[in-house]
């Protein structure tokens, strides 16, 4: 069955960094685009950046562009997100999802707080 599990969250001060991981397992990881989502409390869930199953391309909520960077490797079975310049607002749950088949990790908690 397909699995999806994060991990590197935590808390961080305002101005750090954190590198998040997702380790997929249960189909052909190199085949898919992923994608990484993010849910802050009381709001609706984002989408935060993506890429392709090559690496080929990327793209990123404007919120975190210039900041975040998505990368994968595929012999891995790996897709990160690199988190750079944390701001208060980039608290939230992230997800790592599959979304051409709507799976989703079980998320990690972000917290960027002094």
């Known amino acids: 069955q397909v699995q999806l599990v994060e991990s590197g969250g935590g808390l961080v001060q305002p101005g750090g960094s954190l590198r998040l991981s997702c380790t997929a397992s249960?189909?052909?990881?190199?085949?898919?685009?992923m994608s990484w989502y993010r849910q802050a409390p009381g709001k609706e869930r984002e989408l935060v950046a993506a890429?392709?199953?090559?690496?080929?391309?990327?793209r990123y909520a404007d919120s975190v562009k210039g900041r975040f960077t998505i990368s994968r490797d595929n012999a891995k079975n790996t897709m990160y997100l690199q988190m750079n310049s944390l701001k208060p607002e980039d608290t939230a749950v992230y997800y790592c999802?599959?979304?051409?088949?709507?799976?989703w990790g079980q998320g990690t908690q972000v917290t960027v707080s002094s």
């Open positions: 999802t599959l979304p051409t088949r709507g799976y």
């Open positions: 249960g189909f052909t990881f190199s085949r898919y685009a």
């Open positions: 890429i392709s199953s090559i690496s080929s391309g990327a």
